[in-house]
T-cell receptor
Framework: AQSVAQPEDQVNVAEGNPLTVKCTYS??????LFWYVQYPNRGLQFLLK??????LVKGSYGFEAEFNKSQTSFHLKKPSALVSDSALYFC??????????????FGTGTLLAVQP | EAQVTQNPRYLITVTGKKLTVTCSQN?????MSWYRQDPGLGLRQIYY???????DKGDVPEGYKVSRKEKRNFPLILESPSPNQTSLYFC???????????????FGPGTRLTVL
């Protein structure tokens, strides 16, 4: 069965420092991997996705993520954090052979807090 | 503007009083889905729809109903709400229902439901 894990409930980082939000996954086939961000009182917004190709994926707001097949990870990164990046981040995975549901499996979320 | 809308955004009700949360998308998406978000559990899928008149259960369908009479609308119905259905609900849509689809999902702003 497919699953995704976000091992950190919260990540604290100072503004201007690099940030990493971790995600690991488990699927039977090749993974389709996504990152979403949720700002307070808002719905989830798509940040980026990995389908195939280059392991480093660039997305919105300066975020990028690195796909590592051997470690089954898809960590979200940003070189220089902003206070406005403070939000709840969700990693999600869909199995290439997951069937007809197009179902995304979401992690439990990581709260990113960027201190000024 | 391309968007997914939900109404109401906030709802407080009492046990057993039927309610409907509406969801509408203007992107001509085939796939629509309902999720609930609970602390520590991430997002869990309630129901999904691959196309008009095609719906199926997600991971936590008990106590919910849906319908898909039109492509743009996907209402969530709670026939007899109970306190354990107090949650934050999100509707989402995506372009393709293909088995190999890797299209990202677009989320509505959420409906915060409290059942007393």
């Amino acid at each position: 069965a497919q699953s995704v894990a976000q091992p950190e409930d919260q990540v604290n980082v100072a503004e201007g420092n690099p940030l990493t939000v971790k995600c690991t996954y488990s699927v039977s086939g090749n993974p389709y991997l996504f990152w979403y961000v949720q700002y307070p009182n808002r719905g989830l917004q798509f940040l980026l996705k990995y389908i195939t190709g280059d392991n480093l994926v660039k997305g919105s707001y300066g975020f990028e993520a690195e796909f590592n097949k051997s470690q089954t990870s898809f960590h979200l990164k940003k070189p220089s954090a902003l206070v406005s990046d403070s939000a709840l981040y969700f990693c999600a995975v869909r199995d290439e052979y997951g069937g007809a549901t197009n179902k995304l499996i979401f992690g439990t979320g990581t709260l990113l807090a960027v201190q000024p | 503007e391309a968007q997914v809308t939900q109404n109401p955004r906030y709802l407080i009700t009492v046990t057993g009083k039927k309610l409907t949360v509406t969801c509408s998308q203007n992107m001509n998406h085939e796939y629509m889905s309902w999720y609930r978000q609970d602390p520590g559990l991430g997002l869990r899928q309630i129901y999904y729809s691959m196309n008009v008149e095609v719906t199926d259960k997600g991971d936590v369908p008990e106590g919910y109903k849906v319908s898909r009479k039109e492509k743009r609308n996907f209402p969530l119905i709670l026939e007899s709400p109970s306190p354990n259905q107090t949650s934050l609900y999100f509707c989402a849509s995506s372009l393709s229902r293909s088995l190999s689809s890797y299209n990202e999902q677009f989320f509505g702003p959420g409906t915060r439901l409290t059942v007393l």
